[in-house]
């Protein structure tokens, strides 16, 4: 059986602080690197970079679609620029810049939204992002990534600074478990499959790929097999790794800290209906806005916990076989 | 079109073939914005016959000075500029707003890859050319950068966060250019949201102001060469002009910012007016 983590998982760094780290890395190596953000710096990190490239640092203040239509002419002068804010204002606040000047005039610009998801805790809704992916999603010649942990982040991040094209990378406030080793290879648009198990699939991204791992294990000792695939990139989405796990295992479920509609759940569900329908259930945040509390807190209100996923899991492979109740355990 | 002398009478020349043009294109494509186009058309003809560095041959040229067209619905002077300045041929102009055409109904650099910018959501161009300024600064080339912005679309929120940014940097090589003819789609911009006193409110936020008369061709050519001296701040020029200029039953007139004579008769005053068969 694949088991690309470690259990128990351990405790890593917060995904926005790999960001900031790979970002001081990158400009290190690539002059044309500039860094934009918009008075958050010390939250989202980029202050890291900032603070050794000065000259291609550019804070612009409380002002976040100045910021993304400037990234977008530095890109039109052959720079690559990286924007970044928090994930709910980058993309509400944003759109329309990253719609005309990244989507639609096809230039090539980075953006990385910070605190993403409920998950930042105590701030409260306006400052979580339950919406950011299904809008970067929904701009035409997008990439979009979430990735799981400080190495996926650190990957995904030299990805898009290699890639050609508009990229939105979500990373999120809290720490986060470790799940991959150093030196781990990504790629957009291709799916980590972290265990090879029959009997169900639970496809998650982000901060739920560790919970579900934990499910995944408890699942285990109750004679369940689970397949856990890390669907890092939501667009392109790895279809062909989801339509294998539909294929092979029957039963999907679909974890993310995100609304699941839309989210990366109503696209694995587009995928699955068109390629191979399997019945699917969907851990995400249901049509609401969160509260402030501790990140535990909140998850666990709003259902993003490993009991969750495996309720989740219960209740898909109570539908795979028809008339039965849950298999037996 | 580097470093030459510049002729005033070529410029008016080119002017009034662009004039023309725009009305031709227009009545070609049955729809458009005749107003704003004929309204800039003074300002656009120095840009591209007496200010910029550019390379008709050569429209990638690194070092050339860019200009983005902010106010994106006024396209057919930009596609009118381009064809007379070599870049486009005269024909396609007719192909306007047809599918297919590279001429879109506001400008698109997928389909027409020598502009700069595809603008024709209102309020983003100046962030664009802080962004293009800032390349060229940190290139090192000399390239200047020209945007140029509705009096209307000066009521969008994002302008004014641009406006604030861009002295902070210091960029001198930016000149925003308002083409201010006091009439937007719904009634005056007065009527609408009155901008005055426009001018003070850039000068508030520490640029380089200069008031002209938009039609004037030494007022322009002195403020185009004056705002090149300023270097260590950016420039706005606020350019008085009038609405449909250049075509009698256009100007000042709300109708004709979004729609077109539809008769064959109202075509034709309006190219006799602009001296139809005397292009020079």
Not at chain 2, 166 to 189: E, M, W, Y
Request: charged share 25%; with cysteine; proline share 4%.
């Amino acid at each position: 059986m694949i088991r690309r983590w470690k259990s128990p998982l351990e405790l890593g760094m917060a995904t926005r602080e790999a960001y900031g780290r790979a970002l001081a890395e990158l400009g290190q190596e690539n002059p044309r690197i500039v860094v934009l953000d918009a008075d958050l710096s010390k939250s989202t990190y980029t202050s890291v970079f900032g603070k050794k490239f000065k000259d291609r640092f550019f804070d612009v203040g409380i002002a976040e679609a100045n910021m993304c239509s400037m990234a977008a002419g530095l890109a039109a002068g052959g720079f690559i620029p990286f924007a970044s804010s928090f994930a709910s204002f980058l993309l509400c606040k944003g759109y329309e810049q990253l719609r005309i000047c990244c989507a639609y005039m096809e230039f090539n610009v980075n953006f990385v939204g910070s605190h993403g998801g409920i998950s930042l805790g105590e701030d409260g809704p306006s400052q979580q992002s339950i919406e950011d992916i299904a809008l970067a999603c929904s701009l035409p010649g997008f990439t979009v990534a979430v990735p799981a942990d400080e190495v996926a982040t650190a990957a995904l991040v030299r990805a898009a600074a290699e890639h050609y094209g508009p990229v939105y990378i979500r990373v999120g406030r809290p720490r986060t478990a470790k799940i991959y080793a150093p030196g781990e290879r990504f790629s957009f648009g291709r799916a980590k499959t972290l265990s090879d198990g029959s009997d169900v699939t639970v496809i998650a991204n982000g901060l739920m790929v560790a919970v579900a791992c934990e499910a995944a294990e408890i699942a285990e000792r109750r004679g369940i097999d689970v397949r856990v695939i890390d669907c890092h990139t939501a667009k392109p989405l790895d279809e062909a790794t989801i339509e294998i796990a539909a294929a092979e295992t029957g039963a999907i479920v679909v974890a993310e800290e995100h609304l699941s509609r839309p989210g990366l759940g109503s696209l694995v569900a587009q995928a699955v209906g068109q390629r191979h329908p399997v019945p699917m259930e969907f851990v995400g945040i249901d049509d609401v806005f969160a509260e402030s509390g501790t990140p535990e807190e909140i998850l666990r209100a709003y259902g993003l916990t490993t009991e969750h996923i495996l309720g989740a899991i219960d209740r898909v492979l109570g539908r795979k076989v028809k008339g039965a109740a849950a298999v037996d355990r | 079109m580097t470093s030459k002398k510049i002729d005033t009478a070529e410029i008016a020349a080119r002017a009034r073939n662009i004039r023309r043009l725009i009305i031709e294109m227009l009545a070609a494509a049955g729809s458009g914005h005749p107003g704003g186009s004929l309204s800039a058309t003074d300002l656009v003809a120095c840009l591209y016959f007496g200010v910029m560095r550019h390379r008709p041959p050569e429209p990638f040229w690194e070092d050339r000075d860019r200009f983005i067209l902010s106010k994106g619905h006024a396209c057919p002077v930009l596609y009118a500029a381009l064809a007379e300045a070599g870049y486009i041929t005269h024909d396609l102009l007719s192909s306007l707003r047809r599918f297919g055409s590279p001429l879109q109904g506001h400008p698109d650099r997928r389909k027409l890859g020598l502009i700069e910018a595809s603008t024709g959501s209102l309020g983003i161009g100046l962030s664009l050319g802080i962004g293009m300024a800032l390349a060229a600064r940190l290139r090192g080339s000399p390239s200047r950068t020209y945007v140029l912005l509705g009096d209307g679309e000066c009521e969008e929120g994002q302008i004014w966060e641009a406006a604030m940014y861009a002295p902070h940097l210091k960029l001198g090589s930016l000149c925003a250019i308002v083409d201010f003819n006091r009439l937007q789609l719904d009634a005056t911009v007065e009527e609408i949201t009155d901008l005055q006193p426009l001018a003070d409110k850039w000068r508030s936020f520490n640029w380089h102001v200069l008031e002209i008369d938009g039609h004037d061709y030494a007022q322009i050519l002195d403020a185009f060469a004056r705002a090149e001296q300023v270097t260590d701040r950016p420039t706005v020029i606020v350019a008085a002009t009038v609405k449909g200029k250049g075509v009698s039953y256009m100007e000042n007139q709300l109708k004709f910012h979004g729609s077109v004579p539809d008769k064959p008769e109202d075509i034709a005053k309006a190219l006799a007016e602009l001296g139809a068969g005397a292009r020079s």
